[in-house]
Every structure is written in structure tokens, then in C-alpha cells.
């Protein structure tokens, strides 16, 4: 009799202790500043005098993007200060998404809401000292009250202005880079258990339909892998747009 049997969620999202309070989302973490620390120190102390190659080559593709597709369009080049920072914040969560799709580990750090809120909770940090840095308690005032708004309807833009900059972005920020991740790692899970099932505890009639949930999870792998580019890319460029917001507020 066929009947998959799909395992608790807390056992596909928790993991035995390594040592007391270090588990495989701690050691995916630490693995994650790990990985980028050392590829851009070999980068920083590569020969500049030849052309770039090797991880040289990957460290510099990465700070251009960053720099040409993040920092220039939201934040123009006052924001290229902001470099290290979004380069660090984009790297630590693309090398925490992409466990997601290796064998063995199988499983996004980002997938635990612990991580995604940090994160977002260090962004809303930075956005509102950085807004309050340049803008003084003006701040405030240019983000609870916009100007050119008839002033009957702050009665009603205010506290909209207030819940949505101040509440719903470190929020938002967090729902949907840990959402999407986790979505992500559920979905492997399920095709991975239905295909192995299928095959390994299904009838003879059954097995050869295992192909087909198999295909599926190869092609869901592929696709996890764009998503996770895609959510650190999400991130970061948010959090540009909000620093920048809060530098500059006529933008």
C-alpha cells in the first residue's frame, strides 16, 4: 500500500546541536562569512599589476554588480561609500541561500526566521540613524509629513507614512526573504520524499511514475538556485533604496 509519509516540519527546519547552541543553520552562517572573507582577501592581496583572474576576477564582477546594478540606480555615487556594506550583505545572503540546493545539506540558513530578521533589523537601524545623521530631526518630519500634500490629509498620510516606513519595512524585509526560502526548501523536501517513495516503496506499477516527481525536483533545483540570487539581490537593492531614501529624501 502506498502512503507517503512526510516528516514533521519542525524535523526538516531543526537540526541536532554540533556543540550546545550550534547547529547546521549556525554552521551554514559561519561557513557563509567564512566563504566571502576569504574569497575577497585572496582577491584584496592578488597582483594588481596583471589582469584580474581567478577569484580576483569573481571579487570584482561581484563589486561591480554591486556598484552598477545596486548602488548607482538607487543611491547615485554619494552611495558608493555604502559599498563594503551592501557587498557584505548581498554576499553573506547569496552564500546562505544556496546551501539550500547542495546534497547533503539541502537546507537554506535564510529558511530560519532568526537570520532574515537580523538582518532586516540591522537595515532599519542603519536607514534611520543614516536618516537622522543627514536630515537631523527634520527626518521625521520629511517622512511623517511629505510636502505638497494638502494638510486636511495628514490626518490620514501620517500614520501611514509612520506604519509603513518605520514598521512594515524591517517586516517586509524579513517576510519575504524567509518565506521564499523556506516555500523553497519545503518544495525539495516534497518532491525528494514523493520520488524516493515512488521508487524505493512503490509497486512495480509506481515505480516508473517516480520519474516524473524527480523531474520536477530537478527542475525546482534549478530554479532554487535563481531564487536565491534573486532574494539576496531583492535585499540588498531594498536596503539601498532605504539608506539612500533616508540620505536623500528628495529622491
Known amino acids: ?18 556543540v550546545p547552541s550550534v ?27 596583471t589582469a584580474p583572474r581567478g577569484v580576483r576576477n569573481l571579487a570584482e564582477s561581484i563589486v561591480e554588480f554591486i556598484e552598477g546594478q ?14 563594503p556594506f551592501l557587498l557584505s550583505l548581498f554576499s553573506f545572503i547569496y ?6 540546493v547542495i546534497p547533503i545539506i539541502q537546507m537554506p540558513a535564510t529558511a530560519r526566521m532568526a537570520i532574515p ?4 533589523l540591522l537595515v532599519w537601524v542603519i536607514f534611520i540613524g543614516v536618516g537622522f545623521k543627514h536630515q537631523g530631526i527634520g527626518y521625521l518630519k520629511n517622512s511623517l509629513f511629505p510636502p505638497g500634500v494638502p494638510a486636511a490629509l495628514y490626518l490620514l498620510v501620517t500614520p501611514i507614512e509612520f506604519i509603513s516606513t518605520f514598521l512594515v ?14 516555500a523553497g526548501h519545503i518544495l525539495l523536501v516534497t518532491f525528494a520524499l514523493l520520488t524516493e517513495e515512488l521508487v524505493q516503496g512503490g ?36 536596503a539601498a533604496v532605504y539608506i539612500g531614501g533616508a540620505a536623500h529624501p528628495e529622491h
Do not use: H
Request: glycine share 6%; hydrophobic share 60%.
Open 203 to 238: 509497486s512495480i506499477v509506481l515505480k516508473p511514475v517516480g520519474i516524473l516527481p524527480f523531474f520536477m525536483l530537478v527542475f525546482l533545483t534549478a530554479f532554487e538556485v535563481l531564487v536565491a540570487f534573486l532574494q539576496a539581490y531583492i535585499f540588498t537593492i531594498l
Open 169 to 182: 519595512r524591517p517586516f517586509s524585509l524579513t517576510v519575504r526573504l524567509f518565506a521564499n526560502m523556506l
Open 23 to 49: 547547529n547546521k543553520i549556525a554552521l551554514i552562517a559561519i561557513a557563509a562569512v567564512v566563504v566571502a572573507s576569504v574569497i575577497f582577501l585572496i582577491a584584496g592581496n592578488a597582483d594588481g599589476s
Open 117 to 120: 530578521l537580523f538582518l532586516s
Open 95 to 100: 552564500l546562505c541561500n544556496v546551501p539550500g
Open 1 to 18: 500500500m502506498f502512503a507517503l509519509e512526510f516528516p514533521p516540519i519542525n524535523e526538516i527546519l531543526r537540526w541536532t546541536d554540533v
Open 70 to 83: 545596486i548602488i548607482m540606480p538607487t543611491m547615485g555615487r554619494d552611495g558608493l561609500g555604502w559599498t
